[in-house]
């Protein structure tokens, strides 16, 4: 019997729209991602995350995406500084 279903990944990607495709969501730009769950077993299945609610988990983490990118680019920027040498 399997057992111990636990979260496994959760992803949201940017798509771009295509004109040509059939379904109406699929011609305009979008988030689109999914959910996978696993088990001891490593059997999984995957929950595909509707249009609306990959609005909110961007909403939800927008903040966090901010700061860790000015976080990055203040050690970038400061990774560039030249250290004085004893010379000097």
Known sequence: MSEGWKLDSIKIKF???YD??????EKHDRYVGDIRFMN?????????IPADMTARYLDLMRDDIIRTAETLGNRIADSMKTKPTNDE
């Open 20 to 25: 040509w495709k059939e379904k109406e969501e």
């Open 15 to 17: 798509e771009n729209g």
């Open 40 to 48: 001891n077993e490593k059997e999984s299945f995957n929950l595909k």
